[in-house]
């Protein structure tokens, strides 16, 4: 077929691949550019095919680049965390190592155990594995350099800070882990192997950071602390420092303070109303244009129709005449072909579909021509194809959000009840974590429509963003509240809540700087959902470490007092006054463990 015009020449034909033309289209779109090479013309791959072929390219490097980059990102954080030249090598080398046997594991089961493993999987695998053992790694180094204070031996220092990082960091590495189990539960399949792969790597990572990197920071000695080493009976600086001072801030008003809080993210809520799930055009689904999409665009400008984007109908043999009838009747689809008989009692025809593949357009007439072929009695009608392909898994996506979520939320709530026993205080850390990600979904969709230009959002972007902003999110609640009940033995809750404050603030901050600044490493792969999710995880975690962590949760700790522990009793002071008695200014905020 060539234009009206004699500037575009445009050849169909088909490719047939069986079970295997998801991984076989990427070498033959290759050949087919090799011979279709003219001099003087230049030659795009349109279509299904070539679509298909450039999602492939999308995610070429993956396994190399992304990591490389990855670990640039953190290393240069951990520089700036760490204010060490060597220390942070250490975390650096066990996350290597992680990344290394997760992916291991992943292959086995790949492999023997029929696990589904795809670009997107193996692409947040190492995005997760090398963040949540940074954080692992910050949490752990930040309690050995406090018991290196206390204790001259350093083997005694690390068996201490074991003994009170270990329970924290495995309760956290268990919520992840439970909460990408949960994925399994998805119609997809894509997104239901997603979530063992995750869980294997959280797994493994945090095996490898409470043995491999204490082992490590053992062997090596307190000289890996160069320059400020922290000698046997030294301050703690955190006893005055910027988180000591915010949680002196906040003692006198809590319940004004987390009121506030509270009701700052819930307008950020409100650019929910602009999130648009509904799904993104082939053109709007990456960053680059990419050749099919160039190609595309010239069979558009040149009023060439594209017919690989078809409806495949199936149907009983004596029924198909009346079928082919119904579908001719659809508005959006051309001249329904032959019917061929594949045998069985059932015949097959195609018809071509004029909208882009995955636009909202084409899924309407994919439901128009489903209506048209069921309503033919006794055809046993199918229909099938490229856009009833994106539109049933639009579908599944949006059934998955609504029944996934709910587990996510129920499995780490009895995560907390075990951990901290408590009722109250696992409540209202799920309210606050949900709370950020309604505030980081909101921001997130402001920042995409008017900041980024995304046309929209993939229908399965919210249960991603939903599980990861969970599982990821509570941590630095664990991390924080487990210490606050440690020193609510000694000290009550509120006194406690500052102590906690103060000693993992700094730590809790740089474990999401990490976690956001590797999520936003996603960015670099030419895909939009993989950016929108990396944005909107990245948004959410500083939400959790900058302001619900450290304000709203604080406040609330502050406000309630031992109430926070129902129906345990864990603080017997529980009915003591809100506002904290004045102490003395070099008792504040003691650094006791």
Known sequence: MVSADGEVAYLHFTWNFGDDGWNAVPDAAEQVRDIAGLDGAT???????????????????????????TFGVVIVILLFTYRSPVLWLLPIISAAVAYTIAGGVVYLLARYADLTVNGQSQAILGILVI??????????????????????????????ALHRAAPAIIASAATVVVGMLCLVFADLNSTAGMGPVLAIGIAVTTVVMVTLLPALLVIVGRWIFWPKRPAFGSDEPTRSGLWARLGNAIAPRPRLVWSITAGLLLVACLGLFRLDTAGLSTEDTYTKEFDSIKGQKLLEAHDLVDGSNTVQVVADEDRIDAV????????????????????????????????????????????????????????????????????????????????????????????????????????????????????????????FEYVFGFAGTDPGFPLFAFVFLVALGIDYNIFLMTRVREETVELG??????????????????????????????????????????????????????????????????????????????????????????EPEHEKVPALN
């Open 131 to 160: 963040a949540a053992g940074t954080d692992y790694a910050l949490l752990l180094v930040a309690r050995y350099r406090e018991e290196l204070r206390r204790h001259a031996d350093r083997h005694e220092a690390m068996a201490y």
């Open 324 to 447: 082919r009838d119904a579908v001719a009747g659809v508005e959006g689809l051309g001249e329904p072909g032959d019917a061929t008989p594949i045998g069985g009692g059932r015949s097959y025809f195609e018809s071509v579909l004029s909208a882009d593949i995955s636009s909202t357009a084409a899924f309407d007439i994919v439901e128009a021509t489903r209506d048209a072929v069921h309503g033919v009695d006794d055809a046993d009608a199918l229909v099938g194809g490229g856009s009833a392909f994106y539109l049933d898994t639009k579908t599944a996506a949006n059934r998955d959000n609504v029944v996934i979520i709910p587990i996510v939320l129920l499995a780490v709530f009895l995560i907390l009840m075990v951990l901290l026993r408590a009722v109250l205080a696992p409540v209202l850390l799920i309210g606050t974590v949900v709370l950020s990600f309604g505030a980081a979904l909101g921001i997130s969709a402001l920042l």
């Open 43 to 69: 030659v795009h791959l349109a279509g299904y095919g070539g679509q298909a072929a450039d999602a492939a390219e999308s995610f070429e490097g993956i396994d190399s680049n992304l990591i490389l980059i």
């Open 493 to 582: 809750t509120r006194r406690g809540s500052l102590v906690a404050l103060s000693s993992t603030g700094g730590v809790i901050t740089s474990a999401g700087a990490v976690l956001a600044a590797t999520f936003l490493v996603l960015g670099t792969i030419p895909v939009v959902f993989l950016a929108e999710i990396g944005i909107a995880v990245a948004l959410g975690v500083l939400l959790d470490t900058m302001i619900v962590r450290s304000v709203l949760v604080t406040a609330l700790n502050l406000d309630l007092g031992g109430r926070i522990w129902w129906p345990s009793r864990l603080d017997r002071g529980a009915g003591r006054k809100p506002d904290l008695p004045p």
